[in-house]
């Protein structure tokens, strides 16, 4: 996965922020998440404060588990619009509900409300924002074109979250401690309604999304499936959940430590959470040198370690200085697990069910961040907080230590699939289809060797697949004349798929081939599916047809 115009991981960095500056959708989208979740970060401050003021640390373990259990339940319900409507949409509204609720929230505080009805606010915007990272998540792949431009965006994407990381505790602490939780809970409200008008700039069409009926148990059992059924898919949730239990109990950690074992103040807990933004920032710029490397799932493996390790040494070091500079370790894992993460679930699942997958992984991930919210107070019971940092750091590592083989045998089939991914986009009529259907296609493709001599298929056969040439040379006759000779990177067999006709003329091997085949139900779902494909695989035709044929008749199909 080189960088276009030049080698190294430098010429990788600049491509990789290149591709997202170039393309309007794809630099709102980007900026539309940085609001959101900064929004979101900037709320989880706020609400972890208010809730210690209400009950101490079990307090901030029960609303972390209310507003993630009802997220993980509601999540496979939610996500199949995502894959029914158009994601750009979905994302506006789930901006503006959030932005809604959030608002809700603030008045509920400043009036001295209901904790009950600020915790009830605080559960339906997390509820909702479950949708968004799932959403977001699958539309980047449609913004882009190769392997290499995807994870360049989700580079991007993950430097943008670590700033969010960064920025949203940061404006919590300043507002915590010049005016108090009403305003921190306004600001993520405005930054929610931010993300929300820059989404309705986003426009694509390259996919058509049909909106029909939901189908809530077949759709939830399709994804399960589509995870279930994919043993690499079913590695990177298991992983996830490690880093996000991890991530979960770091809520808890975070407002105790500061507030007992540091002494900071509730200031504190926002530079504590800033310090995780700050490494996550560095961790991203790092994360940008590896959008061109081979080892994106060993590198996410890394961070998952990242996430834990340095949790225990705060057990150990137990100072301030320390203790910022470990959760800034934290924040590089994050970075990394970011950017290896998304890249790999969206080059590893169909784009038809992507939302339902990443909604299954964001249901999972809540489940175990509510798991480790809940848990930790427990266990800081039990063993004391040293002890607790110890035994929950070591989650990742030992589950990623046990991964390991699978990582990198990951790794060796992407370097495959980067491959004929660059096979296919060669051809011109897939120039048009999204990354997500262009790698769905290379996954379908079937490698043919036909020895020098053989033919490959003769004129008024059938036809029943599309070949692209890998090596070799073969020569194509139509009424036993030589109308071409085709060679590498060129393409045969498609006529008789697209006009539904036998083929048109016998393909003969001059010297020993090597083919890459796709099967006809593949081929015309592909092509035939986005509109600017389908145009583009006629014109293909017409001039095929001229080339082969001088004065071909376009009112009839050819004769067989």
């Avoid at 979740?37 to 307090?59: D, Q, S």
């Avoid at 996500?79 to 509920?108: C, F, I, K, N, Q």
């Avoid at 139509?478 to 393909?507: C, H, N, Q, Y």
Wanted: with cysteine.
């Amino acid at each position: 996965m080189p960088a276009p115009g030049g080698t190294g991981p430098l010429a990788a960095a600049r491509g990789a922020f290149a591709t997202t500056f170039r393309s309007r959708d794809l630099r709102r989208a980007q900026l539309a998440f940085f609001g959101a979740w900064a929004a979101e970060w900037a709320f989880t401050v706020a609400l972890g404060v208010y809730a210690f003021r209400h009950g101490g640390a079990a307090a901030v373990g029960l609303v972390s588990v209310l507003r993630m259990l009802p997220s993980a339940l509601l999540a496979p319900v939610l996500t199949p619009y995502a894959d029914r409507w158009p994601r750009e949409r979905v994302l506006v509204v789930v901006s503006a509900v959030r932005a809604g609720a959030t608002a809700g929230t603030a008045v509920l505080v400043a009036a001295d409300g209901s904790v009950a009805a600020v915790y009830a606010l605080a559960a339906l915007s997390t509820v909702v924002a479950t949708l968004y990272r799932p959403a977001h998540s699958a539309l980047l792949p449609s913004l882009c074109r190769t392997p290499y431009e995807l994870a360049g965006a989700n580079v991007v994407r993950g430097m943008l979250d670590s700033l969010a990381t960064l920025v949203g505790p940061l404006v919590a602490a300043v507002l915590l401690s010049t005016s108090g939780v009403t305003a921190v809970l306004a600001a993520a409200a405005a930054s929610s309604a931010w993300s929300a008008a820059l989404m309705l700039a986003v426009h694509t069409d390259t996919v058509t999304r049909s909106g029909r009926r939901m189908r809530p148990l077949a759709d939830l059992v399709e994804g399960l499936r589509a995870v279930g059924g994919h043993r690499d898919l079913r590695l990177l949730f298991r992983l996830t959940v490690a880093q996000i239990f991890t991530r979960g109990a770091l809520t808890v950690f975070s407002v105790v430590v500061a507030l007992d074992l540091l002494g900071t103040g509730e200031s504190g807990v926002g530079a504590l959470n800033a310090a995780v933004g700050m490494g996550a920032v560095a961790g991203s710029v790092a994360a940008s040198l590896l959008v061109g490397t081979k080892r994106l799932a060993r590198w996410f493996g890394l961070g998952v370690v990242l996430w834990g390790l340095p949790l225990a040494m705060v057990a150990v070091l137990a100072n301030e200085p320390a203790t910022l500079v470990l959760l800034a370790v934290i924040g590089l894992g994050n970075a990394l697990v970011d950017v290896g993460l998304f890249t790999l679930m969206a080059r590893l699942t169909s784009d038809t069910v992507m939302a339902r997958v990443f909604g299954l992984l964001e249901s999972i991930g809540a489940l175990g961040f509510a798991a480790g919210a809940a848990v930790s107070p427990f266990v800081i019971d039990l063993l004391g907080l040293t002890g607790a940092l110890i035994v929950v750091g070591l989650v990742g590592p030992v589950v990623t230590a046990a991964s390991w083989p699978r990582l990198r045998r990951l790794d060796t089939a992407m370097v495959g699939l980067d491959q004929e991914v660059g096979l296919l986009r060669k051809v011109e009529m897939f120039a048009p289809l999204p990354l997500p259907i262009v790698e769905q296609l290379a996954r379908g493709l079937e490698p043919l060797s036909v020895a020098a001599g053989k033919t490959v298929f003769a004129q008024n056969e059938e036809g029943d697949r599309f070949y692209i040439i890998v090596d070799g040379t073969a020569e194509v006759r139509g009424d036993g004349k030589l109308v071409a000779t085709l060679g590498p990177g060129e393409v045969f067999g498609e006529i008789a798929l697209l006009r539904r006709v036998p083929r048109t003329a016998t393909v003969r091997a001059l010297t020993d081939l090597q083919l890459q085949s796709l099967t006809s139900d593949r081929f015309l779902t592909a092509v035939t599916g986005v509109p600017a494909s389908a145009h583009q695989a006629r014109a293909h035709v017409d001039e095929r047809l001229d080339r082969f044929s001088p004065a071909p008749d376009k009112s009839r199909p050819p004769a067989p």
